[in-house]
């Protein structure tokens, strides 16, 4: 009974006290040694990631990501990958960045100084301007530099550096290119009125021409008929039409080969009664600019003309291309032509390959007091296409074989080509 007694409730409590101070103990024991141990560790870490004068280096998101590794994610807080870390700009950025700006400053400036009133410099006593000596030569408006015509691999003539651009209804190029986008009745418009003013660079001059034979692609060589269109219309084929009566009919001036071009017609003698036909309304004539080495046919008259095509060409070598208004001389076109150098007098007959003008002729005569003398000049093929784009015929404006049959096919006797 005693060894019992001993044993029960009295020891209880005193064991259990005990237990409970010994487990405290050893709790706050391993808690210091864990706070130590972080301590400790981080303290290794900013030794560690000090540079050499002591300054701690700061880690990158990138850098503590991967510290962290794939098994550390689920333990990084939301807040450190919630929000995205903008990278930094690249030097290619920069440079976009510092050409798109240097370009609407000089924008900025080139309209500025388009609006500016022009200042007059000082005169000397003698009424020289100060700034240039009393013996230098003249010099040109604009610097100049070597300018290709676009097809001899030479660049293309830029815009003298502060000119500003052309106006273009209200605007530059790049408006009438943007229309073309979105309306090609409109744009076809205002990209003509622009090229045929002669009032564009040559640059900005290659780009209208390029936009207006995609517009041609759309609008004009394409069976196609569309309504808002004001130089084309429609006609249904009657009993006994022809496309050569159909043409003389409406008095249209081109030739009924154009209407077959037009809507994609590979026998014309197979068209039927009931058939829709999309005709152009012209007047035509045709521009050729000397200094692009183009020509452009155009549709309409006056202020209302339109480009329906431009073509590259060759002309006269040692600027042997006489300028002005010419038209195509009554009964001067032909079709693979027998030809007599004049130089030479070398003859070549119809259908010899070696002939130097091709298969098509249209005669020219001057028009103006100037040139209304001047014979024996035309526009004509050739079978050296190299040629084109330089200086090599006798006076002569010559195309590519295809080129020169849409023109034959759109100017009709009479039908007017300037010369620029």
């Given at each position: 009974?005693?060894?019992?007694?001993?044993?029960?409730?009295?020891?209880?409590?005193?064991?259990?006290?005990?237990?409970?101070?010994?487990?405290?103990?050893?709790?706050?024991?391993?808690?210091?040694?864990?706070?130590?141990?972080?301590?400790?560790?981080?303290?290794?870490?900013?030794?560690?990631?000090?540079?050499?004068?002591?300054?701690?280096?700061?880690?990158?998101?990138?850098?503590?990501?991967?510290?962290?590794?794939?098994?550390?994610?689920?333990?990084?807080?939301?807040?450190?990958?919630?929000?995205?870390?903008?990278?930094?700009?690249?030097?290619?950025?920069?440079?976009?960045?510092?050409?798109?700006?240097?370009?609407?400053?000089?924008?900025?400036?080139?309209?500025?100084?388009?609006?500016?009133p022009?200042?007059?410099?000082?005169?000397?006593?003698q009424?020289?301007p100060?700034?240039?000596?009393?013996?230098?030569?003249?010099?040109?408006?604009?610097?100049?530099?070597?300018?290709g015509?676009?097809?001899?691999g030479?660049?293309?003539?830029?815009?003298?550096?502060?000119?500003?651009?052309?106006?273009?209804?209200?605007?530059?190029?790049?408006?009438?290119?943007?229309?073309?986008a979105?309306?090609?009745?409109?744009?076809?418009?205002?990209?003509?009125?622009?090229?045929?003013?002669?009032?564009?660079?040559?640059?900005?001059?290659?780009?209208?021409?390029?936009?207006?034979?995609?517009?041609?692609a759309?609008?004009?060589?394409t069976?196609?008929?569309?309504?808002s269109?004001?130089?084309?219309?429609?006609?249904?084929?009657?009993a006994?039409?022809?496309?050569e009566?159909?043409v003389?009919?409406h008095?249209?001036?081109?030739?009924?080969?154009?209407?077959?071009?037009?809507?994609?017609i590979?026998?014309?003698e197979?068209?039927?009664?009931?058939?829709?036909?999309?005709l152009?309304?012209?007047?035509?004539?045709a521009?050729?600019?000397k200094?692009?080495?183009r020509?452009?046919?155009v549709?309409?008259?006056?202020s209302?003309?339109?480009?329906?095509a431009?073509?590259?060409?060759?002309?006269?070598?040692?600027?042997?291309?006489?300028t002005?208004?010419?038209?195509v001389?009554?009964?001067?076109?032909?079709?693979?032509?027998?030809?007599?150098?004049?130089?030479t007098?070398?003859?070549?007959?119809?259908?010899?390959?070696?002939?130097?003008?091709?298969?098509?002729?249209?005669g020219?005569?001057g028009?103006?007091?100037?040139?209304?003398?001047l014979?024996g000049?035309?526009?004509?093929?050739?079978?050296?296409?190299?040629?084109?784009g330089?200086?090599?015929?006798?006076?002569?404006?010559?195309?590519i074989?295809?080129?020169?049959?849409?023109?034959?096919?759109?100017?009709?006797?009479?039908?007017?080509?300037?010369?620029?």
């Amino acid at each position: 009974m005693a060894l019992a007694s001993q044993s029960s409730r009295p020891d209880r409590p005193f064991r259990s006290t005990r237990s409970g101070r010994s487990l405290v103990g050893a709790r706050g024991l391993v808690a210091l040694c864990a706070a130590g141990a972080a301590f400790g560790g981080s303290w290794w870490l900013m030794r560690s990631d000090s540079g050499a004068d002591g300054a701690l280096a700061p880690k990158t998101s990138g850098t503590v990501l991967a510290a962290a590794g794939t098994s550390g994610l689920a333990a990084i807080p939301p807040e450190l990958t919630a929000t995205p870390i903008a990278p930094q700009p690249t030097v290619l950025d920069n440079a976009l960045a510092d050409a798109a700006n240097a370009a609407r400053a000089e924008s900025q400036l080139s309209r500025a100084e388009a609006q500016a009133p022009p200042v007059a410099e000082p005169a000397s006593p003698q009424g020289v301007p100060a700034s240039v000596p009393a013996n230098a030569p003249a010099s040109p408006t604009s610097p100049t530099s070597p300018v290709g015509n676009g097809f001899d691999g030479k660049p293309l003539e830029a815009r003298p550096q502060g000119a500003a651009p052309q106006p273009l209804n209200g605007g530059g190029i790049a408006d009438g290119l943007a229309l073309a986008a979105t309306d090609p009745v409109k744009g076809r418009r205002a990209l003509s009125e622009a090229l045929l003013s002669g009032a564009l660079s040559q640059m900005e001059s290659k780009q209208a021409s390029d936009a207006l034979n995609k517009i041609a692609a759309q609008l004009v060589f394409t069976p196609v008929y569309n309504a808002s269109d004001p130089y084309f219309f429609q006609y249904t084929v009657q009993a006994g039409d022809s496309l050569e009566k159909i043409v003389r009919r409406h008095k249209i001036g081109c030739d009924w080969r154009l209407v077959a071009r037009i809507n994609n017609i590979k026998r014309p003698e197979a068209i039927r009664v009931g058939q829709r036909l999309k005709l152009p309304k012209g007047p035509f004539s045709a521009v050729v600019t000397k200094r692009d080495y183009r020509v452009d046919l155009v549709m309409g008259a006056g202020s209302d003309r339109v480009v329906m095509a431009s073509i590259p060409c060759g002309l006269g070598s040692a600027n042997g291309t006489p300028t002005g208004r010419f038209r195509v001389r009554p009964g001067s076109k032909l079709l693979n032509p027998e030809w007599t150098h004049p130089v030479t007098g070398q003859h070549f007959k119809s259908d010899d390959p070696m002939n130097p003008i091709g298969e098509h002729w249209l005669g020219l005569e001057g028009i103006e007091t100037a040139n209304a003398s001047l014979a024996g000049y035309g526009i004509h093929g050739t079978i050296e296409p190299e040629s084109v784009g330089r200086d090599m015929s006798l006076g002569c404006v010559r195309l590519i074989a295809d080129d020169v049959a849409i023109v034959w096919e759109t100017l009709g006797d009479g039908c007017e080509v300037e010369i620029r």
